[in-house]
C-alpha cells in the first residue's frame, strides 16, 4: 500500500526553467511533509520540508507547495540548475505518535539539460 | 568528518551467509535508523533506534537483528542472507523525533549470489 505515490518517474527540463515536481499521499492523518534529494551513489539529502499548517515553503530556489484538500504536493525549482539532476523523494510523516516514522515515495529523476 | 558513515560500501556475499553492516554517526543525535531501498527504489524504514531502545521495528524478517551499543552506533546484522535481500541499506540518524530533518549514510549495497 503505497502511502506516498511519485507517479512520474522522470523529468526532464531546460537549464534556467522550472522544475515541478508532483507527490500525492492518501494518508489525511499525515502532518508534515519533506523533500530529499539523492545524488547516486550517496544517501538522499534533506532539502526542504512543510508542516500541513501551512500551504507553502520556500528555500531560495526551492519552493514547497502543499494542497491539503487535494492531498498533493509539489516541489518547485527556479531557475533549473544541471546540478540540480538527481533523484528526488517525497516523504510524508506524522509529529504525534510514539511510532512516528518516514514514509517515502520512490523517486523522481530530475535531468536538467545544459 | 563524514557525519554518517557506513561499513561496507559495497557487500557481495552467497546465500545462507551471516553479515554485518556498521554505522556510526558523530552529530549527536540520539535516533538512528536502517532503510532498505530495493529494487522498486522504494525507501522503507526497516528498524529505528532512539537512545539505544528499539521505537521502530517494521514487519521485517527476524533474520535481520539491529544492535545498538550506544546512540552513535546502530548496526545491522543478517542471518542466512536470502537472494531477496539484495538491495541498498542505508543508515541514516536524527535529533529527537524521525519527522526531523534525517541525515543519511552513503548506502551498502548488498548483493546476494
Known amino acids: 500500500d503505497q502511502q506516498v505515490k511519485q507517479n512520474s518517474p522522470s523529468l526532464s527540463v531546460q537549464e534556467g526553467r522550472i522544475s515541478i515536481l508532483n507527490c500525492d499521499y492518501t494518508?489525511?492523518?499525515?502532518?508534515?511533509f519533506l523533500w530529499y534529494k539523492k545524488y547516486p551513489a550517496e544517501g538522499p539529502t534533506f532539502l526542504i520540508s512543510?508542516?500541513?499548517?501551512?500551504d507553502k515553503n520556500e528555500d531560495g530556489r526551492f519552493t514547497v507547495f502543499l494542497n491539503k484538500s487535494a492531498k498533493h504536493l509539489s516541489l518547485h525549482i527556479v531557475p533549473s540548475q544541471p546540478g540540480d539532476s538527481a533523484v528526488y523523494f517525497c516523504?510524508?510523516?506524522?509529529?504525534?505518535?510514539?511510532?512516528?516514522?518516514?514514509?517515502f515515495g520512490k523517486g523522481i529523476t530530475l535531468s536538467v539539460r545544459p | 568528518d563524514t557525519a554518517v558513515s557506513q561499513t561496507p560500501k559495497y557487500l557481495v556475499t552467497q546465500m545462507g551467509n551471516d553479515k554485518s553492516i556498521k554505522c556510526e554517526q558523530n552529530?549527536?543525535?540520539?535516533?538512528m535508523y536502517w532503510y532498505k531501498q530495493d529494487s522498486k527504489k522504494f525507501l522503507k524504514i526497516m528498524f529505528s533506534?532512539?537512545?539505544?531502545?528499539?521505537?521502530i521495528n517494521e514487519t521485517v524478517p527476524n533474520r535481520f537483528s539491529p544492535k545498538s551499543p550506544d546512540k552513535a552506533h546502530l548496526n545491522l546484522h543478517i542471518n542466512s542472507l536470502e537472494l531477496g535481500d539484495s538491495a541498498v541499506y542505508f543508515c541514516?540518524?536524527?535529533?529527537?523525533?524521525?519527522?526531523?530533518?534525517?541525515?543519511f549514510g552513503p548506502g551498502t549495497r548488498l548483493l546476494v549470489l
Open positions: 541514516a540518524s536524527s535529533l529527537g523525533q524521525p519527522w526531523k530533518t534525517q541525515y
Open positions: 494518508n489525511s492523518m499525515f502532518d508534515y
Open positions: 512543510i508542516s500541513s499548517i501551512k
Open positions: 516523504a510524508a510523516s506524522l509529529i504525534t505518535g510514539a511510532n512516528s516514522k518516514l514514509t
Open positions: 552529530l549527536g543525535h540520539d535516533t
Open positions: 533506534y532512539n537512545n539505544k531502545e528499539l521505537i
